[in-house]
Every structure is written in structure tokens, then in C-alpha cells.
């Protein structure tokens, strides 16, 4: 069922409107978004201030503490203009030491 489609009951209690509205049938799963709001983020730009590394951790660890997701960008230079992200890296370590 995608959002809006028909509804099958089946069990013994009925599912809440949110619960029909964020299960896929055809995927036997749930949307699921996540808001960090315990986090914080950390940012590095490069010369051209594009992006180049973002970081994020619970608040209050230390940036030399392991258990940072951290992201890294590469950027081509766009053919209208300025410049595209062509690439992101994930993975998970210090701020400290963010190198790929």
C-alpha cells in the first residue's frame, strides 16, 4: 500500500492514522525519519566554500572522541557554473583525524 491507497485490517486492534500513513505493503516496511535534535554537527569548507567534510556526534563528545559520523563531499566544477557534488563518503571515527 502506498500512502493514500486502500487499507487492510487485519489483528486485533486497528492501526493509528500515522501507523497506515508510514507502512509501505509493497515493501513490508515502515518510513522512519530521524531528527537528530541530541546531536551537533561540526562543518570544514575549502578554499571555494563548498563542504568538504561534515561531522556529527551526541552532544558533549569531545571532537578527538571516537563515535563521530562523518561525511566527506567531492566537488567538480559545474559546467553552468560554480560547483557539483559528484560524490559523498560516509564513515564513522574522530573529528580530529576526519581524513578518508
Known amino acids: 500500500m ?4 486502500t ?3 487485519t489483528g486485533l486492534t486497528r492501526a ?7 507502512y509501505e505493503t509493497e515493501l513490508f516496511a515502515k518510513r522512519i525519519v530521524e531528527i537528530p535534535s541530541n546531536m551537533e554537527g561540526r562543518w570544514e569548507y ?3 566554500d563548498n563542504c568538504i567534510y561534515a561531522g556529527y556526534a551526541p552532544k558533549g563528545l569531545a571532537e578527538g572522541d571516537e563515535g ?3 561525511q566527506k563531499f ?3 566544477a559545474g559546467t ?4 557539483i557534488c559528484t560524490k559523498r563518503e560516509i564513515d564513522y571515527g574522530n573529528w580530529t583525524a576526519h581524513t578518508f
Open 2 to 5: 502506498a500512502i493514500g491507497g
Open 7 to 9: 487499507r487492510e485490517v
Open 16 to 22: 493509528t492514522e500515522v501507523e497506515h500513513n508510514e
Open 46 to 48: 575549502d578554499a571555494t
Open 68 to 70: 563521530w559520523l562523518i
Open 74 to 76: 567531492t566537488w567538480t
Open 80 to 83: 553552468v557554473s560554480g560547483y
